[in-house]
């Protein structure tokens, strides 16, 4: 199994986090999803598996699940913990990249985009092309789910997606905001 704090201290930026998410914020992330409906869940650095394990568990045996993690002992720790789940792909590549990889695969647009990706300490120009990516994959009206400790960069998402929800989980250790996110001009009114 992937050591997290280790991994945190060979690539701080890039990881962003100490220890993996807990089980509250995995639950929140899962709260926008209409399963019934999603045919292509991608998930963004699944690091050791806290949102992967939620998708397994709630997702039809049907839809497609592309995990991308660029890290290689959380791609090795994640493919053998998940090995065997119906409709999981699993790459080792950058987020940055996902518009290639699903073309690579043959695979349409995304219904949801599941992100655990420190956007907070990423440098700006990999946030930046990982939005570009993430605006090319996605249905119009699909979500692009994503979680911040602060509010500091809820105006930086704002200039590439609409917000049309925005959940708190205080439960989390530390206390941290679900954004729930669409493509510009494309989401309908929900409530916050
Ligand atoms: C804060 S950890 C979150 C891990 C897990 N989702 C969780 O919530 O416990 C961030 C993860 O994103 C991965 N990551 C960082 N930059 C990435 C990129 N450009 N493409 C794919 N994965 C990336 C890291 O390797 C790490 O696994």
Do not use: H
């Amino acid at each position: 199994m992937a050591n997290f704090l280790l991994e945190y201290l060979r690539q701080p930026r890039r990881v962003g986090a100490v220890a993996p998410s807990g089980r509250a914020l995995a639950e929140k992330m899962m709260e926008p999803i209409d399963f019934d409906r999603a045919r292509l869940v991608v998930e963004y650095g699944p690091g050791t598996g806290s949102f992967t394990e939620e998708l397994c568990r709630r997702k039809r045996p049907d839809t497609v699940l592309v995990l991308i993690e660029q890290n290689r002992q959380f791609y090795d720790a994640v493919r053998q913990r998940f090995r065997g789940q119906p409709g999981v792909i699993f790459v080792r590549g950058s987020a940055e990249r996902a518009d290639c990889i699903l073309s690579r695969l043959g695979l349409g647009k995304a219904d949801y985009v599941v992100s655990g990706l420190p956007f907070a300490s990423l440098p700006k120009r990999v946030s930046l092309r990982v939005f570009a990516a993430t605006n090319a994959i996605l249905s119009p009206s699909g979500r692009f789910i994503t979680f911040q400790y602060t509010l500091v960069k809820e105006r930086f998402f704002r200039r590439y997606f609409d917000l049309p929800q925005k959940l708190f989980v205080p439960k989390n250790l530390p206390p941290a905001f679900v954004f729930v996110c669409a493509k510009l001009g494309e989401s309908s009114a929900e409530s916050e």
